[in-house]
């Protein structure tokens, strides 16, 4: 009998290294499965359609909101941004583990959802220093930088709405942890 793959919910204020810690995982094709969510909004210069988003009409977007493909779904500055049920479920079933890298507005559908998901925040060490680390980004104005540090703010709000928090003060350490994670969602005894 094949084993179910596991599905992981991953949120972070931005620039707290998620994208880093996930690459070292996904590093690993065949176990894992990285969900690619959908978005109304336009590509951004060099953002492939099927590799950083599927890029669909907000059209399309409604249609398939209203016909339930969603596993979840949210609106940020005027666009939608959502998961699809479909290629989880494939994957899943395949025995694969899905990785979802996703606000926490997602984080708690799926909670709603599925309630065998499990959810890991990942933090910064301080407020001060994510501001620190958007500010050395240099992609960003120092107002952009306030507004995402504000938003950071209202996301740690959510934290104990997670099965795992992760502080990425040390990077080898956050991926060390999220493999730990990984191994003890395998070790439920729910599955």
Same mark, same amino acid.
């Given at each position: 009998?094949?084993?179910?793959?596991?599905?992981?919910?991953?949120?972070?204020?931005?620039?707290?290294?998620?994208?880093?810690?996930?690459?070292?995982?996904?590093?690993?094709?065949?176990?894992?499965?990285?969900?690619?969510?959908?978005?109304?909004?336009?590509?951004?210069?060099?953002?492939?359609?099927?590799?950083?988003?599927?890029?669909?009409?907000?059209?399309?977007?409604?249609?398939?909101?209203? @016909?339930? %493909?969603?596993? !979840?779904? +949210?609106?940020?500055?005027?666009?939608? *941004?959502?998961?699809? /049920?479909?290629?989880? &479920?494939?994957?899943?079933?395949?025995?694969?583990?899905?990785?979802?890298?996703?606000?926490?507005?997602?984080?708690?559908?799926?909670?709603?959802?599925?309630?065998?998901?499990?959810?890991?925040?990942?933090?910064?060490?301080?407020?001060?220093?994510?501001?620190?680390?958007?500010?050395?980004?240099?992609?960003?104005?120092?107002?952009?930088?306030?507004?995402?540090? @504000?938003? %950071?703010?209202? !996301?740690? +709000?959510?934290?104990?709405?997670?099965? *795992?928090?992760?502080? /990425?003060?040390?990077? &080898?350490?956050?991926?060390?942890?999220?493999?730990?994670?990984?191994?003890?969602?395998?070790?439920?005894?729910?599955?």
């Amino acid at each position: 009998m094949q084993k179910k793959g596991r599905l992981i919910v991953v949120s972070a204020p931005s620039g707290c290294g998620k994208g880093t810690i996930l690459g070292r995982v996904l590093e690993d094709k065949e176990r894992f499965y990285y969900s690619i969510s959908c978005t109304t909004r336009a590509p951004r210069e060099g953002e492939i359609n099927g590799v950083h988003y599927r890029f669909m009409s907000r059209e399309a977007f409604e249609r398939e909101l209203a @016909a339930g %493909a969603f596993l !979840e779904h +949210a609106t940020y500055c005027d666009n939608y *941004y959502g998961t699809l /049920n479909a290629p989880i &479920d494939e994957h899943l079933a395949a025995g694969q583990d899905v990785i979802l890298e996703i606000e926490v507005q997602g984080g708690m559908q799926i909670r709603e959802k599925r309630p065998d998901a499990t959810l890991v925040f990942i933090v910064p060490p301080s407020l001060e220093v994510l501001r620190e680390r958007l500010t050395k980004r240099g992609t960003e104005t120092p107002e952009v930088v306030e507004k995402r540090v @504000a938003q %950071a703010s209202r !996301e740690l +709000a959510f934290v104990d709405q997670y099965d *795992y928090c992760i502080v /990425n003060d040390d990077l &080898d350490a956050a991926i060390a942890d999220m493999f730990s994670v990984i191994r003890a969602a395998e070790l439920r005894v729910d599955r």
